[in-house]
């Protein structure tokens, strides 16, 4: 099975600040990789699929890189509306591993 | 408007039986996998395992074969997770999510849609 680590587990900032989360895959996944914005109560939202293509209607100050083992959301100017728990997953193998999810919050 | 919709919260003792329901309208439902993630209290997502309704081609993540089981009703466009034998352990947020692109080769990729969650509680 393929493993999925994220880092960091929680993140606190500020309105306004750029930020970085990181997905590393234990063995390659090409560009087999989405990302996720999960708010309490509500189902996951897709952010991000095939490493870097954004989802319709999500705003472009999500963006995503990265192939192979090594992959980043980045936020380039943070919003009260994403402060959420965000989850990267891979889709290489027939399996679809989640990491274990980073929580942005208020700083 | 395509969209996924999940059967009700249930409330099980152990070692009941329980089939939870997603049933998908707005598009193909023969033409796309639908998955379900588990979300235990306070945990992350856990990818459980897919199924291709047009020929009920199913996969199961590895840590959960035997232990639930997945399958569809292609003529009422809705696909099922079931139990034979609940444990406390299953108590949990369950998601059906349908991927973004209709491929039968490769699952179809990231998980474009979502349902609203069936909430399952198992307690003596």
């Known amino acids: 099975d393929i493993q999925m680590t994220q880092s960091p587990s929680t993140l606190s900032a500020s309105v306004g600040d750029r930020v970085t989360i990181t997905c590393r895959a234990s063995?390659?996944?090409?560009?087999?990789l989405a990302w996720y914005q999960q708010k309490p109560g509500k189902a996951p939202k897709l952010l991000i699929y095939?490493?870097?293509s954004l989802e319709s209607g999500v705003p472009s100050r999500f963006s995503g890189s990265g192939s192979g083992t090594e992959f980043t959301l980045t936020i380039s100017s943070l919003q009260p509306d994403d402060f959420a728990t965000y989850y990267c997953?891979?889709?290489?193998?027939?399996?679809?591993?989640f990491g274990q999810g980073t929580k942005v919050e208020i700083k | 408007e395509v969209q996924l919709v999940q059967s009700g919260a249930e409330v099980k003792k152990p070692g009941e039986s329980l089939r939870i329901s997603c049933k998908g309208s707005?598009?193909?439902?023969?033409?796309?996998?639908i998955g379900w993630v588990r979300q235990m209290p306070g945990k992350g997502l856990e990818w459980m395992g897919i199924?291709?309704?047009?020929?009920?081609?199913?996969t199961y993540s590895p840590s959960l074969q035997g232990q639930v089981t997945i399958s569809a009703d292609k003529s009422i466009s809705t696909a099922y997770l079931q139990w034979s034998s609940l444990k406390a352990s299953d108590t949990a947020m369950y998601y059906c999510?349908?991927?973004?692109?209709?491929?039968?080769?490769?699952?179809?990729?990231?998980?474009?849609?979502w349902g609203q969650g069936t909430m399952v509680t198992v307690s003596s």
């Open positions: 999510a349908r991927p973004i692109f209709s491929d039968y080769s490769t699952y179809g990729g990231a998980f474009e849609i």
């Open positions: 707005g598009y193909s439902f023969t033409t796309y996998w």
């Open positions: 199924i291709y309704p047009g020929n009920s081609d199913t």
């Open positions: 063995q390659s996944i090409s560009s087999w």
């Open positions: 095939d490493a870097s």
């Open positions: 997953q891979q889709y290489n193998t027939y399996s679809g591993t």
